[in-house]
């Protein structure tokens, strides 16, 4: 059974820094996509990030590009999501997801998703 389990969440002042993890276990890696999206309230869920889990090519929204890093840790089985300068608009629940395949930035494409954690950021 697939799981993803995220931490990390909580509250932080712009222009301030959170670290989002996800414990992944459940499936073999080979030819998985994963990623992070984030749905604010009233609101879509919006893609933020994905990584190959094999290569490790990377892809962010125009909206995080040189403030959030994805990055995974094959030893631990980790995905993490190193996000600096927050702004008061990254306020949202932030999920892990997982898919068999390569690059999607479509919600509806991914089969595996975490319980989400809580991202709040003050003005």
């Known amino acids: 059974q697939v799981q993803l389990v995220e931490s990390g969440g909580g509250l932080v002042q712009a222009g301030g820094s959170l670290r989002l993890s996800c414990a992944v276990s459940?499936?073999?890696?080979?030819?998985?996509?994963m990623g992070w999206f984030r749905q604010a309230p009233g609101k879509e869920r919006e893609f933020v990030a994905t990584?190959?889990?094999?290569?490790?090519?990377?892809d962010y929204a125009d909206s995080v590009k040189g403030r959030f890093t994805i990055s995974r840790d094959k030893a631990k089985n980790t995905l993490v999501l190193q996000m600096n300068s927050l702004k008061p608009e990254d306020t949202a629940v932030y999920y892990c997801?997982?898919?068999?395949?390569?690059?999607?930035?479509?919600?509806?494409?991914?089969?595996?998703w975490g319980q989400g954690t809580q991202v709040t950021v003050s003005s």
């Open positions: 997801v997982a898919r068999v395949g390569g690059y999607s930035d479509s919600p509806r494409t991914y089969a595996y």
């Open positions: 459940g499936f073999t890696f080979r030819a998985y996509t």
């Open positions: 990584i190959s889990w094999i290569a490790g090519n990377t």
